[in-house]
Protein backbone atom coordinates (compact mmCIF):
# COMPACT_ATOMS: atom_id res chain seq x y z
CA UNK A 1 0.00 0.00 0.00
CA UNK A 2 2.20 2.93 -1.28
CA UNK A 3 -0.26 5.47 -0.87
CA UNK A 4 -2.19 5.54 2.76
CA UNK A 5 -4.32 8.57 2.66
CA UNK A 6 -6.76 7.74 5.52
CA UNK A 7 -8.44 11.34 6.16
CA UNK A 8 -6.65 13.49 3.76
CA UNK A 9 -8.79 16.46 2.29
CA UNK A 10 -7.07 15.87 -0.71
CA UNK A 11 -7.56 13.13 -3.37
CA UNK A 12 -5.26 10.43 -4.21
CA UNK A 13 -2.93 11.64 -6.43
CA UNK A 14 -2.72 10.37 -10.22
CA UNK A 15 0.10 7.50 -10.08
CA UNK A 16 2.94 8.37 -12.59
CA UNK A 17 5.91 6.54 -13.14
CA UNK A 18 8.19 8.93 -11.92
CA UNK A 19 6.40 8.89 -8.08
CA UNK A 20 9.13 9.25 -5.26
CA UNK A 21 8.61 6.69 -2.62
CA UNK A 22 9.45 8.58 1.02
CA UNK A 23 8.45 7.52 4.97
CA UNK A 24 5.80 9.95 6.47
CA UNK A 25 5.65 9.03 10.09
CA UNK A 26 7.64 5.44 9.35
CA UNK A 27 5.25 4.52 6.72
CA UNK A 28 5.84 4.73 3.15
CA UNK A 29 4.00 6.82 0.67
CA UNK A 30 4.34 7.18 -2.79
CA UNK A 31 4.26 11.14 -3.79
CA UNK A 32 4.41 12.55 -7.05
CA UNK A 33 7.99 13.87 -7.83
CA UNK A 34 8.57 17.67 -7.41
CA UNK A 35 5.68 17.47 -4.18
CA UNK A 36 6.63 19.34 -1.05
CA UNK A 37 7.42 17.65 2.31
CA UNK A 38 4.50 19.26 3.63
CA UNK A 39 2.56 18.07 0.40
CA UNK A 40 3.89 14.51 1.03
CA UNK A 41 2.13 14.76 4.68
CA UNK A 42 -0.95 16.02 3.27
CA UNK A 43 -1.35 12.82 0.72
CA UNK A 44 -0.14 10.80 3.75
CA UNK A 45 -3.25 12.06 5.42
CA UNK A 46 -1.71 12.99 8.69
CA UNK A 47 -4.53 14.38 10.77
CA UNK A 48 -2.04 17.34 11.59
CA UNK A 49 1.95 17.86 11.26
CA UNK A 50 2.87 19.22 14.64
CA UNK A 51 1.78 20.87 18.15
CA UNK A 52 2.01 24.23 18.64
CA UNK A 53 4.78 25.37 21.58
CA UNK A 54 2.53 28.13 22.15
CA UNK A 55 -0.29 26.60 23.29
CA UNK A 56 0.02 22.81 22.51
CA UNK A 57 -2.48 22.67 20.17
CA UNK A 58 -2.74 20.74 16.97
CA UNK A 59 -1.68 22.67 13.46
CA UNK A 60 -1.18 21.19 9.44
CA UNK A 61 0.20 23.37 6.70
CA UNK A 62 -1.80 26.45 5.75
CA UNK A 63 -0.42 28.65 3.18
CA UNK A 64 1.72 26.51 0.98
CA UNK A 65 3.99 29.16 -0.18
CA UNK A 66 6.05 29.94 2.98
CA UNK A 67 4.40 32.77 4.61
CA UNK A 68 3.05 30.98 7.39
CA UNK A 69 5.75 28.54 9.04
CA UNK A 70 2.67 26.08 9.89
CA UNK A 71 4.36 23.26 8.33
CA UNK A 72 7.73 22.82 10.15
CA UNK A 73 8.81 19.22 10.75
CA UNK A 74 11.00 16.95 11.25
CA UNK A 75 12.97 16.23 7.92
CA UNK A 76 15.67 13.73 7.71
CA UNK A 77 16.20 14.29 11.73
CA UNK A 78 16.32 17.84 11.25
CA UNK A 79 14.18 19.71 13.09
CA UNK A 80 11.80 22.71 12.20
CA UNK A 81 11.98 22.43 8.44
CA UNK A 82 9.90 24.40 6.45
CA UNK A 83 7.40 21.72 4.79
CA UNK A 84 6.34 22.91 1.68
CA UNK A 85 9.55 24.96 1.12
CA UNK A 86 11.43 21.82 0.64
CA UNK A 87 10.94 19.41 -2.38
CA UNK A 88 11.00 15.32 -1.86
CA UNK A 89 13.88 13.06 -2.23
CA UNK A 90 13.87 9.54 -2.26
CA UNK A 91 14.00 8.12 1.14
CA UNK A 92 13.18 11.06 2.70
CA UNK A 93 12.10 11.12 6.01
CA UNK A 94 9.12 13.22 7.56
CA UNK A 95 7.80 13.00 10.68
CA UNK A 96 5.68 15.13 12.96
CA UNK A 97 7.40 18.07 15.30
CA UNK A 98 5.65 17.72 18.97
CA UNK A 99 5.91 21.39 20.80
CA UNK A 100 9.68 23.29 20.38
CA UNK A 101 12.37 22.10 18.00
CA UNK A 102 14.25 19.34 19.78
CA UNK A 103 18.02 21.15 20.17
CA UNK B 1 30.65 32.91 -1.13
CA UNK B 2 30.52 36.23 -2.96
CA UNK B 3 29.10 37.04 -6.02
CA UNK B 4 28.89 40.33 -8.13
CA UNK B 5 26.37 41.85 -10.69
CA UNK B 6 24.89 45.10 -12.01
CA UNK B 7 21.33 43.70 -10.52
CA UNK B 8 19.99 40.98 -8.12
CA UNK B 9 16.69 40.34 -8.91
CA UNK B 10 14.68 38.80 -5.98
CA UNK B 11 11.91 36.48 -6.85
CA UNK B 12 11.07 34.29 -10.01
CA UNK B 13 7.45 35.32 -10.67
CA UNK B 14 6.39 37.72 -14.03
CA UNK B 15 7.68 40.93 -12.71
CA UNK B 16 11.45 39.29 -11.57
CA UNK B 17 11.68 37.35 -15.00
CA UNK B 18 10.68 39.60 -17.14
CA UNK B 19 12.75 42.86 -15.77
CA UNK B 20 15.97 40.14 -15.67
CA UNK B 21 14.75 39.78 -19.50
CA UNK B 22 14.79 43.09 -20.22
CA UNK B 23 17.97 44.10 -18.27
CA UNK B 24 19.91 41.76 -19.67
CA UNK B 25 18.86 42.68 -22.99
CA UNK B 26 20.81 46.47 -22.38
CA UNK B 27 23.60 43.98 -21.38
CA UNK B 28 23.72 44.43 -17.35
CA UNK B 29 24.73 41.22 -15.51
CA UNK B 30 21.75 40.02 -13.88
CA UNK B 31 21.69 37.34 -11.15
CA UNK B 32 17.70 36.33 -10.59
CA UNK B 33 17.94 34.34 -6.77
CA UNK B 34 14.19 33.05 -6.13
CA UNK B 35 13.28 30.53 -3.06
CA UNK B 36 11.39 27.92 -5.64
CA UNK B 37 13.33 25.53 -7.44
CA UNK B 38 11.68 26.85 -10.96
CA UNK B 39 11.49 29.65 -12.53
CA UNK B 40 7.72 30.81 -12.80
CA UNK B 41 6.26 32.18 -9.35
CA UNK B 42 3.57 31.25 -7.49
CA UNK B 43 1.55 32.42 -11.19
CA UNK B 44 3.35 29.97 -13.42
CA UNK B 45 4.23 27.98 -10.38
CA UNK B 46 6.69 24.96 -12.24
CA UNK B 47 4.93 25.55 -15.72
CA UNK B 48 7.93 24.16 -17.93
CA UNK B 49 7.55 20.68 -15.68
CA UNK B 50 3.26 20.87 -15.89
CA UNK B 51 4.08 21.25 -19.89
CA UNK B 52 6.32 18.50 -20.05
CA UNK B 53 3.71 16.23 -18.07
CA UNK B 54 0.95 17.46 -20.56
CA UNK B 55 -0.77 19.22 -17.77
CA UNK B 56 -0.51 22.73 -18.71
CA UNK B 57 -3.24 23.16 -21.05
CA UNK B 58 -5.60 21.94 -18.53
CA UNK B 59 -4.90 24.20 -16.48
CA UNK B 60 -5.81 27.21 -18.82
CA UNK B 61 -4.39 29.61 -21.02
CA UNK B 62 -3.18 32.33 -18.72
CA UNK B 63 -1.41 29.52 -17.20
CA UNK B 64 1.02 28.14 -20.15
CA UNK B 65 1.24 32.40 -20.73
CA UNK B 66 4.04 31.88 -18.49
CA UNK B 67 5.93 29.08 -20.40
CA UNK B 68 6.66 32.11 -22.91
CA UNK B 69 8.44 34.15 -19.90
CA UNK B 70 10.07 31.15 -18.69
CA UNK B 71 11.76 30.41 -21.71
CA UNK B 72 12.62 34.13 -22.78
CA UNK B 73 14.33 34.17 -18.73
CA UNK B 74 16.12 30.46 -19.64
CA UNK B 75 17.97 32.19 -22.84
CA UNK B 76 18.06 35.67 -21.21
CA UNK B 77 21.71 34.89 -19.74
CA UNK B 78 20.60 35.61 -16.31
CA UNK B 79 22.38 33.47 -13.62
CA UNK B 80 19.54 31.66 -11.79
CA UNK B 81 19.87 31.27 -7.96
CA UNK B 82 16.99 28.54 -7.70
CA UNK B 83 16.20 27.31 -4.54
CA UNK B 84 17.70 30.15 -2.23
CA UNK B 85 16.04 31.94 0.49
CA UNK B 86 16.86 35.38 1.14
CA UNK B 87 17.49 36.21 4.75
CA UNK B 88 18.98 39.38 4.32
CA UNK B 89 18.83 42.66 1.88
CA UNK B 90 20.83 45.42 2.87
CA UNK B 91 20.36 49.05 1.34
CA UNK B 92 24.12 48.91 -0.42
CA UNK B 93 22.55 45.85 -2.28
CA UNK B 94 24.18 42.95 -0.63
CA UNK B 95 21.91 40.25 -0.92
CA UNK B 96 22.36 36.89 1.51
CA UNK B 97 20.59 33.79 1.00
CA UNK B 98 21.01 30.63 1.65
CA UNK B 99 20.16 27.22 -0.08
CA UNK B 100 19.32 25.06 3.36
CA UNK B 101 23.20 24.28 3.94
CA UNK B 102 25.13 27.01 2.79
CA UNK B 103 25.24 31.09 2.53
CA UNK B 104 26.00 33.07 0.16
CA UNK B 105 26.20 36.82 -0.72
CA UNK B 106 25.53 38.46 -3.59
CA UNK B 107 26.17 42.13 -4.34
CA UNK B 108 24.29 44.21 -6.75
CA UNK B 109 24.81 47.75 -7.97
CA UNK B 110 21.05 47.98 -7.76
CA UNK B 111 18.27 45.21 -6.50
CA UNK B 112 14.64 45.20 -7.67
CA UNK B 113 12.13 43.19 -5.54
CA UNK B 114 10.00 41.45 -6.74
CA UNK B 115 8.82 38.95 -4.08
CA UNK B 116 4.75 39.13 -5.58
CA UNK B 117 1.98 38.68 -3.16
CA UNK B 118 1.00 36.78 -0.37
CA UNK B 119 -2.79 35.61 0.22
CA UNK B 120 -4.86 37.99 3.23
CA UNK B 121 -4.60 36.24 6.41
CA UNK B 122 -8.29 35.20 7.16
CA UNK B 123 -8.58 35.36 10.78
CA UNK B 124 -11.82 33.47 11.88
CA UNK B 125 -12.91 31.49 14.59
CA UNK B 126 -11.10 27.88 13.82
CA UNK B 127 -8.95 29.20 11.29
CA UNK B 128 -6.15 27.05 13.23
CA UNK B 129 -7.18 23.78 12.90
CA UNK B 130 -5.82 21.65 10.85
CA UNK B 131 -7.98 21.06 7.49
CA UNK B 132 -7.86 24.89 7.46
CA UNK B 133 -6.09 25.77 4.45
CA UNK B 134 -6.18 28.84 1.85
CA UNK B 135 -7.16 28.77 -1.86
CA UNK B 136 -3.86 29.18 -2.76
CA UNK B 137 -2.35 27.00 -1.09
CA UNK B 138 -4.44 24.06 -2.58
CA UNK B 139 -4.32 25.41 -6.36
CA UNK B 140 -0.29 25.35 -5.62
CA UNK B 141 -0.54 21.42 -4.77
CA UNK B 142 -3.13 21.35 -8.04
CA UNK B 143 -0.65 23.50 -10.06
CA UNK B 144 2.56 21.83 -9.32
CA UNK B 145 1.64 17.81 -8.66
CA UNK B 146 -1.98 17.58 -9.72
CA UNK B 147 -3.94 16.74 -6.42
CA UNK B 148 -7.00 17.95 -6.05
CA UNK B 149 -9.53 18.10 -2.88
CA UNK B 150 -12.16 15.64 -1.79
CA UNK B 151 -15.89 16.68 -2.65
CA UNK B 152 -16.22 17.38 1.37
CA UNK B 153 -14.26 20.14 1.36
CA UNK B 154 -15.65 23.52 1.31
CA UNK B 155 -14.67 26.87 0.02
CA UNK B 156 -15.22 29.91 1.94
CA UNK B 157 -14.47 34.10 1.05
CA UNK B 158 -14.14 36.30 -2.01
CA UNK B 159 -12.16 37.23 -5.08
CA UNK B 160 -11.11 36.43 -8.80
CA UNK B 161 -8.66 33.65 -7.53
CA UNK B 162 -11.39 31.91 -5.37
CA UNK B 163 -13.64 31.65 -8.03
CA UNK B 164 -11.11 30.78 -10.60
CA UNK B 165 -10.24 27.67 -8.52
CA UNK B 166 -13.62 26.22 -8.03
CA UNK B 167 -13.58 26.24 -12.24
CA UNK B 168 -10.26 24.75 -12.39
CA UNK B 169 -11.58 21.84 -9.86
CA UNK B 170 -14.45 21.58 -11.75
CA UNK B 171 -12.58 21.58 -15.28
CA UNK B 172 -10.71 19.25 -14.25
CA UNK B 173 -13.30 16.67 -13.54
CA UNK B 174 -13.42 17.43 -9.60
CA UNK B 175 -16.08 18.65 -7.05
CA UNK B 176 -16.09 20.78 -3.95
CA UNK B 177 -18.71 20.96 -1.74
CA UNK B 178 -19.33 24.41 -2.04
CA UNK B 179 -18.78 28.36 -1.97
CA UNK B 180 -19.11 30.31 1.14
CA UNK B 181 -18.83 33.81 -0.91
CA UNK B 182 -18.32 36.58 1.54
CA UNK B 183 -18.55 39.14 -1.20
CA UNK B 184 -20.09 42.07 0.41
CA UNK B 185 -21.12 44.14 -2.83
CA UNK B 186 -22.42 43.41 -6.34
CA UNK B 187 -20.26 43.15 -9.76
CA UNK B 188 -24.01 45.80 -10.68
CA UNK B 189 -22.38 48.13 -7.69
CA UNK B 190 -19.19 47.57 -8.53
CA UNK B 191 -19.50 48.28 -12.05
CA UNK B 192 -21.53 51.45 -11.36
CA UNK B 193 -18.36 53.28 -9.90
CA UNK B 194 -15.89 51.98 -12.08
CA UNK B 195 -17.72 51.06 -15.10
CA UNK B 196 -15.09 52.47 -17.25
CA UNK B 197 -12.31 50.40 -16.23
CA UNK B 198 -14.65 47.12 -16.08
CA UNK B 199 -15.51 47.74 -19.49
CA UNK B 200 -12.07 48.54 -21.03
CA UNK B 201 -10.88 45.59 -18.38
CA UNK B 202 -14.04 43.60 -20.49
CA UNK B 203 -11.66 40.60 -20.63
CA UNK B 204 -10.83 39.78 -17.24
CA UNK B 205 -14.76 40.47 -16.77
CA UNK B 206 -15.90 37.94 -19.08
CA UNK B 207 -13.26 35.77 -17.84
CA UNK B 208 -14.31 36.17 -14.24
CA UNK B 209 -17.99 35.84 -15.33
CA UNK B 210 -16.76 32.33 -17.26
CA UNK B 211 -15.77 31.07 -14.02
CA UNK B 212 -18.89 31.62 -12.64
CA UNK B 213 -21.30 29.95 -15.33
CA UNK B 214 -18.57 26.95 -14.94
CA UNK B 215 -19.10 26.78 -11.23
CA UNK B 216 -23.49 27.12 -11.71
CA UNK B 217 -23.45 24.86 -14.41
CA UNK B 218 -21.48 22.05 -12.71
CA UNK B 219 -24.41 22.63 -10.08
CA UNK B 220 -21.81 23.43 -6.98
CA UNK B 221 -23.82 24.92 -4.48
CA UNK B 222 -22.75 29.18 -3.77
CA UNK B 223 -24.10 30.58 -0.81
CA UNK B 224 -23.83 34.34 -1.21
CA UNK B 225 -23.96 37.23 1.46
CA UNK B 226 -22.01 35.32 3.64
CA UNK B 227 -21.27 37.20 6.71
CA UNK B 228 -19.20 35.28 8.80
CA UNK B 229 -17.65 31.35 8.77
CA UNK B 230 -16.40 29.38 11.69
CA UNK B 231 -14.33 26.02 11.37
CA UNK B 232 -15.51 23.52 14.16
CA UNK B 233 -13.84 20.47 15.07
CA UNK B 234 -12.15 19.31 18.36
CA UNK B 235 -8.23 18.19 16.67
CA UNK B 236 -9.21 18.99 13.30
CA UNK B 237 -11.86 20.50 10.84
CA UNK B 238 -15.04 18.21 10.72
CA UNK B 239 -17.32 21.11 10.41
CA UNK B 240 -18.24 24.41 8.84
CA UNK B 241 -20.75 27.05 10.17
CA UNK B 242 -21.75 29.96 8.04
CA UNK B 243 -24.13 32.79 8.96
CA UNK B 244 -26.19 34.88 6.32
CA UNK B 245 -28.04 37.41 7.95
CA UNK B 246 -29.21 36.08 11.49
CA UNK B 247 -29.80 33.12 9.90
CA UNK B 248 -26.57 30.36 10.87
CA UNK B 249 -26.29 26.73 9.11
CA UNK B 250 -23.99 23.92 9.58
CA UNK B 251 -22.47 21.10 7.45
CA UNK B 252 -19.59 18.13 7.26
CA UNK B 253 -17.10 19.58 6.15
CA UNK B 254 -13.09 17.11 5.32
CA UNK B 255 -11.73 20.44 4.43
CA UNK B 256 -11.77 24.46 4.13
CA UNK B 257 -10.34 26.57 1.90
CA UNK B 258 -10.42 30.53 2.71
CA UNK B 259 -9.44 33.26 0.68
CA UNK B 260 -9.96 36.97 0.58
CA UNK B 261 -7.84 38.61 -1.69
CA UNK B 262 -4.20 38.88 -1.60
CA UNK B 263 -1.83 41.67 -0.53
CA UNK B 264 1.85 43.14 -1.70
CA UNK B 265 4.40 40.61 0.42
CA UNK B 266 5.98 43.83 2.37
CA UNK B 267 8.52 42.10 4.41
CA UNK B 268 11.45 42.40 2.66
CA UNK B 269 10.53 46.49 1.75
CA UNK B 270 9.82 47.24 5.24
CA UNK B 271 13.25 45.60 6.51
CA UNK B 272 14.87 47.49 4.09
CA UNK B 273 13.63 50.95 6.00
CA UNK B 274 11.73 51.69 2.48
CA UNK B 275 8.71 53.99 2.91
CA UNK B 276 5.25 52.68 2.97
CA UNK B 277 1.87 53.54 2.91
CA UNK B 278 -1.17 52.53 3.47
CA UNK B 279 -3.60 51.65 0.41
CA UNK B 280 -7.14 52.79 1.19
CA UNK B 281 -8.49 50.84 -1.88
CA UNK B 282 -6.58 47.86 -1.66
CA UNK B 283 -6.59 47.67 2.17
CA UNK B 284 -3.15 46.99 2.96
CA UNK B 285 0.91 48.31 2.91
CA UNK B 286 2.42 48.63 -0.04
CA UNK B 287 6.00 50.36 -0.68
CA UNK B 288 6.14 54.02 -2.27
CA UNK B 289 7.60 54.38 -5.59
CA UNK B 290 8.45 56.27 -8.64
CA UNK B 291 7.02 55.62 -12.29
CA UNK B 292 9.93 53.11 -12.34
CA UNK B 293 9.19 51.32 -9.18
CA UNK B 294 12.26 52.85 -7.68
CA UNK B 295 11.86 53.64 -3.62
CA UNK B 296 13.30 55.83 -1.75
CA UNK B 297 15.88 53.64 -0.68
CA UNK B 298 18.70 54.35 -3.22
CA UNK B 299 19.39 50.74 -4.97
CA UNK B 300 16.37 50.17 -4.03
CA UNK B 301 14.02 49.60 -6.38
CA UNK B 302 10.10 47.33 -6.12
CA UNK B 303 8.61 45.62 -9.60
CA UNK B 304 4.86 43.18 -9.29
CA UNK B 305 2.40 42.78 -6.97
CA UNK B 306 5.06 43.37 -4.01
CA UNK B 307 4.26 46.56 -4.76
CA UNK B 308 0.31 46.77 -5.15
CA UNK B 309 -1.66 44.48 -6.18
CA UNK B 310 -1.85 44.11 -10.03
CA UNK B 311 -1.88 40.94 -11.30
CA UNK B 312 0.06 39.00 -13.29
CA UNK B 313 0.17 40.93 -16.66
CA UNK B 314 0.38 44.46 -14.41
CA UNK B 315 3.51 42.40 -13.03
CA UNK B 316 5.09 41.82 -16.20
CA UNK B 317 5.18 45.11 -16.88
CA UNK B 318 6.10 46.69 -14.04
CA UNK B 319 9.30 43.84 -14.18
CA UNK B 320 10.14 45.65 -17.75
CA UNK B 321 9.34 49.50 -16.75
CA UNK B 322 12.16 48.48 -13.42
CA UNK B 323 14.74 47.47 -15.98
CA UNK B 324 14.22 50.46 -17.83
CA UNK B 325 14.80 52.17 -15.00
CA UNK B 326 17.63 50.86 -13.72
CA UNK B 327 19.33 50.65 -16.74
CA UNK B 328 18.93 54.07 -16.92
CA UNK B 329 20.25 55.04 -13.31
CA UNK B 330 23.19 52.66 -13.80
CA UNK B 331 24.14 54.98 -17.57
CA UNK B 332 23.43 51.91 -20.00
CA UNK B 333 20.53 53.87 -21.73
CA UNK B 334 19.88 57.47 -21.91
CA UNK B 335 16.97 58.54 -20.44
CA UNK B 336 15.53 59.41 -23.74
CA UNK B 337 15.54 56.06 -24.75
CA UNK B 338 13.88 54.85 -21.27
CA UNK B 339 11.20 57.22 -21.68
CA UNK B 340 10.78 56.10 -25.45
CA UNK B 341 10.83 52.56 -24.36
CA UNK B 342 8.88 53.44 -21.59
CA UNK B 343 5.72 53.95 -23.65
CA UNK B 344 4.31 51.12 -24.99
CA UNK B 345 5.05 49.04 -21.66
CA UNK B 346 2.67 51.59 -20.36
CA UNK B 347 -0.32 51.30 -22.66
CA UNK B 348 -0.53 47.53 -21.98
CA UNK B 349 0.02 48.50 -18.20
CA UNK B 350 -2.70 50.29 -18.85
CA UNK B 351 -4.71 47.93 -20.55
CA UNK B 352 -4.75 45.52 -17.82
CA UNK B 353 -4.86 47.58 -14.63
CA UNK B 354 -8.10 49.04 -15.91
CA UNK B 355 -9.76 46.33 -14.40
CA UNK B 356 -8.21 46.82 -10.60
CA UNK B 357 -10.21 49.22 -9.17
CA UNK B 358 -13.26 47.38 -10.15
CA UNK B 359 -12.09 44.38 -8.79
CA UNK B 360 -10.97 46.64 -5.23
CA UNK B 361 -14.66 48.09 -4.77
CA UNK B 362 -16.20 44.56 -5.94
CA UNK B 363 -13.92 42.19 -3.39
CA UNK B 364 -12.63 44.72 -0.76
CA UNK B 365 -12.25 42.74 2.19
CA UNK B 366 -14.89 42.97 5.28
CA UNK B 367 -13.85 45.16 8.19
CA UNK B 368 -13.63 41.95 10.59
CA UNK B 369 -11.28 40.36 8.79
CA UNK B 370 -8.57 43.59 9.55
CA UNK B 371 -10.18 43.80 13.42
CA UNK B 372 -11.59 40.65 13.88
CA UNK B 373 -13.96 39.62 17.16
CA UNK B 374 -12.18 39.73 20.60
CA UNK B 375 -12.07 35.51 20.80
CA UNK B 376 -10.41 35.04 17.46
CA UNK B 377 -6.90 34.58 17.21
CA UNK B 378 -4.72 36.57 15.32
CA UNK B 379 -1.46 35.24 15.48
CA UNK B 380 -1.04 31.97 15.11
CA UNK B 381 2.38 31.44 16.16
CA UNK B 382 1.68 32.44 19.78
CA UNK B 383 -1.66 32.13 20.05
CA UNK B 384 -2.77 35.78 20.56
CA UNK B 385 -6.18 36.63 20.35
CA UNK B 386 -7.65 40.25 18.86
CA UNK B 387 -8.88 40.58 22.49
CA UNK B 388 -5.70 40.34 24.06
CA UNK B 389 -4.22 42.95 21.62
CA UNK B 390 -7.65 45.29 22.40
CA UNK B 391 -6.35 44.62 26.13
CA UNK B 392 -3.29 46.18 25.53
CA UNK B 393 -4.32 49.51 23.47
CA UNK B 394 -6.56 49.80 26.57
CA UNK B 395 -3.11 49.60 28.85
CA UNK B 396 -1.93 52.35 26.61
CA UNK B 397 -0.36 50.64 23.70
CA UNK B 398 -0.39 52.57 20.64
CA UNK B 399 1.61 50.48 17.93
CA UNK B 400 2.14 47.30 16.69
CA UNK B 401 5.74 47.00 17.86
CA UNK B 402 4.21 48.30 22.01
CA UNK B 403 1.76 45.36 21.11
CA UNK B 404 4.03 42.85 20.37
CA UNK B 405 6.25 43.32 23.51
CA UNK B 406 2.84 43.14 25.54
CA UNK B 407 1.39 40.21 24.12
CA UNK B 408 4.15 38.25 22.19
CA UNK B 409 1.92 38.76 19.38
CA UNK B 410 4.31 38.08 15.92
CA UNK B 411 6.80 36.78 17.63
CA UNK B 412 6.85 33.33 16.16
CA UNK B 413 8.40 32.03 13.38
CA UNK B 414 6.47 33.85 11.05
CA UNK B 415 7.65 37.06 12.39
CA UNK B 416 3.99 38.80 12.18
CA UNK B 417 3.77 37.97 8.66
CA UNK B 418 -0.08 36.14 9.29
CA UNK B 419 -0.85 38.53 12.36
CA UNK B 420 0.38 41.93 10.78
CA UNK B 421 -2.47 43.02 9.01
CA UNK B 422 -5.22 42.24 11.55
CA UNK B 423 -2.68 43.69 14.61
CA UNK B 424 -2.89 47.07 12.46
CA UNK B 425 -6.65 46.73 11.44
CA UNK B 426 -7.27 45.72 14.76
CA UNK B 427 -5.29 48.82 16.59
CA UNK B 428 -6.65 50.95 14.31
CA UNK B 429 -10.22 50.56 15.21
CA UNK B 430 -9.79 50.29 18.36
CA UNK B 431 -7.86 53.95 18.62
CA UNK B 432 -10.96 55.02 16.14
CA UNK B 433 -7.79 56.21 13.76
CA UNK B 434 -6.77 54.67 10.15
CA UNK B 435 -3.94 51.79 9.61
CA UNK B 436 -1.41 54.05 7.84
CA UNK B 437 -0.93 56.24 11.24
CA UNK B 438 -0.53 52.73 13.50
CA UNK B 439 2.01 51.79 11.05
CA UNK B 440 3.03 48.24 11.42
CA UNK B 441 5.53 45.82 13.12
CA UNK B 442 9.16 46.59 12.62
CA UNK B 443 10.76 43.86 10.57
CA UNK B 444 13.71 42.30 12.17
CA UNK B 445 16.86 40.08 10.77
CA UNK B 446 16.98 37.68 9.35
CA UNK B 447 14.04 37.60 7.12
CA UNK B 448 13.66 33.71 7.41
CA UNK B 449 14.70 31.57 10.25
CA UNK B 450 18.40 30.67 9.73
CA UNK B 451 20.55 27.48 11.48
CA UNK B 452 23.53 28.88 12.63
CA UNK B 453 25.50 26.11 10.53
CA UNK B 454 24.23 28.02 7.86
CA UNK B 455 25.60 31.01 8.60
CA UNK B 456 28.93 30.15 9.86
CA UNK B 457 29.10 28.31 6.43
CA UNK B 458 29.15 32.26 5.23
CA UNK B 459 32.11 33.05 7.22
CA UNK B 460 33.76 30.20 5.64
CA UNK B 461 33.65 31.26 2.31
CA UNK B 462 34.50 35.05 3.09
CA UNK B 463 37.88 34.41 4.99
CA UNK B 464 38.59 31.65 1.88
CA UNK B 465 38.91 34.96 -0.21
Redesign the interface.
Known sequence: MPFIQD?????K??E?SDAILVEVEGRSVL??R???AA?AA??AGL???RT?P??G??????????????C?LIIDDES?Q?GC???VRPGMRIRRQEGAREL | MSDSFDLVVIGGGPAGLAAAVQACEFGLSVALVD?Q?EPGG?IYR?VE?AEA?GRARGLGDDYRRGLDLVNAFRACGATHFA?H?VWQVESDGRVFTSD?TTSRQIDGKRVLVAVGA??RPVPVRGW???????V???Q??HK???????P??WIAGSGPLLLHFAAEVVEAG?RIAGILDTTRSSISRAFMAHGTGALRGWRYLAKGLGYLRKIRMANIRRVTGVEAVEAKGD??IDRVRWRVGSHWEEAPA??LLLHEGIIP?THMTMSLGCAHVWDAHQQCFRPLTDAYGATDVGMIAVAGDCGGIGGARVAECRGRLAALGIAAALGCITDEERDHRSEPVRREFDTHDAIRNFLDALYAPAPELLAPPDDVVVC????VTAGRIREAVALGCRGPNQVKSFT?CGM???QG??CGPAVTGTIAAALDTLPGTVGSFRVRPPL??LRLGELAALGDGESAE
Open positions: GSMFQPPRVPGASALIPSTSATEARAPYCMMGVCFELSQMIT | EPQVRESQGMETLPGVMTGAAILSIDLLPEEVASQKGNRCEGRGPCRMKP
